[in-house]
């Protein structure tokens, strides 16, 4: 009887051996599907808003910009220019590229439409001009 017992153990051992291989893949197999499926899902291009402001200010390199987008909560609220007698701006922000942001014409209350990219390296001589700037800057594109 001894031997029959270890019989039956043994085959229930390799039972839930295999059992276990066959969950194991199973779930090896989900994992590799998923990153089949967000490799593919996750490189997708992906269309940047696209916002709609004008400068209110630019001086020697300086460009602040409102957003004149009528929903957009973006940029700084309440930024008051001290040499402009005071006059406070809202959803105003700071260009933190002007070499490279696409645009010529600093001209205020001119509307433009742009993206914001990530960073972009800035290596361009700029005047050392003091203006009072908003505090919140932005990486911005110009987009015709």
């Not at 019989?7 to 039972?15: L, M, P, R």
């Not at 066959?22 to 990153?35: D, E, K, R």
């Not at 004008?54 to 220019?81: E, P, R, Y």
């Amino acid at each position: 009887m001894k031997l029959f017992f270890g019989t039956i153990i043994a085959d229930q051992n390799t039972q839930t051996i295999s059992n276990m291989k066959y969950l194991l893949f199973s779930v090896l197999g989900v994992i590799m599907l998923q990153l089949v499926a967000c490799s593919r899902r996750c490189t997708e291009y992906v269309e940047p808003p696209v916002f709609t402001g004008k400068v209110v200010k630019s001086i020697c390199g300086h460009i602040m910009v409102q957003f004149t987008n009528g929903s957009v909560a973006l940029g700084q609220f309440g930024w008051a220019d001290p040499m402009d007698s005071g006059k406070v701006y809202d959803r105003v922000f700071k260009v933190a590229n002007p070499c490279t942001w696409g645009k010529t014409d600093t001209s205020s209350n001119i509307a433009f439409r742009f993206i914001a990219p990530s960073s972009e390296a800035q290596n361009c001589f700029m005047c050392q001009a003091f203006t009072s700037t908003p505090d919140t800057a932005y990486y911005i594109r110009v987009v015709e």
